[in-house]
């Protein structure tokens, strides 16, 4: 592998050259998360509050405004509770949430808590997730070595291929809600700031799932850049030297985030440029993970085959029973994953909207969503439901 492999460390800083002044006001927000986390969950049960996300990994985005540099990206605090991590969400899951909507307004940004397990993560497979987190964190209370028996979580280059797929669902799912928004009549700030944002993570992504493919993912952003300016593998898609392109946008954009398009810009197109582009990559993403050859997304949506068959049948049937009732097992697929249903109802939502009210697609994308809905709003709106619990 090129460059450097990461080690589980704290980072000492939340941004690479944010002011004194940002530094200490994230500083301050993480000791007001801290105090209100452990008036939340007693203290037997508490093992650790960690800092993840971009400021976790040093790396957070720096938005310069009048007033000075202020933070932009959302905080995501881990709380390492011992024991049952399902019965441990339940127990505090409502008390983190109304904590976080608390904090939100003081700190001028979303501050958003998930539950978690060292036990748990220790005997976990490695994902994007447990990399990111493992790689680069702050731990902001309680056992500094928390991630001890967890360095299997490093190894990049097993980081499984349909977790890339996973990342770009997500990133093309934010482009579908900024095609909802562009929708509008008139478009306010917070709409091209919305809109703006999730076009640069997009475009970061492109070039993150070739790395992830090829083994070469790493926690920094810097170094990820670095990489896929030497990534020249046997089999390199043809669009790799435009994500090249695209990805130090989204690197710039990460760190240097703005919430308005710069002068002259023209954000619909912009969007509809990335959007076409994201076609390309999902294409060859899906046909090199499921060794297939699609000609079309619209192939690979009308195609049967399972689409997550890394996941068990038996715990997809509970799944989809707890999901969509006992008359899930009446519907075909009742054995598939169901986050299978937003692999197929995506490409159609985003690359052919104009299929959605009928014919074969519009039958697929609402027996996907299991919705009764005809409209393009309508269908993103169950769309976004299934997404929110399965994303």
């Given amino acids: 592998m090129n460059g450097s492999t990461p080690t ?61 540099d202020a933070p932009y990206n959302d ?42 397990s060292a036990e748990k993560l220790r005997g976990d497979r490695v994902t994007m997730f447990s990399y990111d987190l493992v790689a680069g964190h702050r731990v902001v209370f ?19 291929m349909h977790e890339a797929t996973r990342l770009l669902l997500n990133r093309c799912t934010g482009l579908l809600f900024a095609e909802a928004r562009l929708r509008k009549l008139a478009l ?18 492109f070039g993150d799932v070739a790395l992830v493919v090829f083994g070469e993912y790493h926690g920094s ?6 990489r896929l300016e030497k990534l020249a593998p046997a089999g390199a898609p043809v669009w790799l ?21 710069p002068t002259g810009s023209n954000l619909r197109a912009k969007h509809a440029e990335v959007v076409a582009f994201a076609e390309k990559v999902w294409l060859w993403l899906e046909n090199r993970r499921l060794k297939q050859n699609f000609a079309s997304v619209r192939d690979y949506v009308l195609d049967g085959g399972n689409k997550c068959p890394e996941t068990s049948a038996t ?16 519907r075909p697929a009742f054995d598939r994953y169901p986050r299978e249903r937003l692999l197929c109802a995506l490409p159609l939502l ?42």
């Fill in 142 to 160: 309680g056992d500094e070595k928390i991630f001890t028996g967890c360095e299997h979580h490093l190894a990049a280059e097993k980081i499984p």
């Fill in 8 to 68: 589980p460390t704290t980072t000492r800083r939340f941004t690479l050259d944010g002011s004194d002044a940002l530094e200490a006001r994230l500083a301050e927000i993480c000791e007001r998360v801290a105090a209100g986390v452990r008036k939340t969950v007693p203290a037997g049960e508490l093992e650790a509050i960690v800092l993840g996300g971009g400021y976790g990994r040093g790396q957070g985005g720096v938005l310069k405004s009048e007033t000075g």
């Fill in 221 to 226: 952003v810097i170094e990820r850049r670095a």
């Fill in 315 to 330: 715990k997809n049937w509970l799944i989809n029973m707890r999901t969509f009732g006992w008359r899930a097992i009446l």
């Fill in 241 to 261: 030297a435009d994500a090249r392109a695209r990805h130090t946008a989204g690197v710039q954009f990460k760190l240097y985030p703005y919430r308005k398009p």
């Fill in 188 to 205: 306010n700030p917070d709409d091209v700031d919305f809109i703006g944002r999730n076009v640069a993570k997009a475009q970061l992504a």
């Fill in 75 to 116: 905080l995501e605090f881990y709380v390492f509770v011992r024991g049952n991590t399902v019965l441990n969400d339940r127990r505090h899951r409502a008390a983190l949430t109304a904590l976080g909507e608390v904090l939100s307004p003081e700190a001028g940004l979303h501050v958003e808590f998930k539950i978690i």
């Fill in 350 to 391: 985003l690359w052919h909207a104009s299929e959605v009210g009928a014919g074969d697609p519009g039958l697929r994308l609402r027996a996907q969503l299991n919705s009764n809905e005809t409209d393009w709003p309508g269908l993103v709106a169950d769309y976004t439901k299934l997404w929110q619990r399965y994303s």
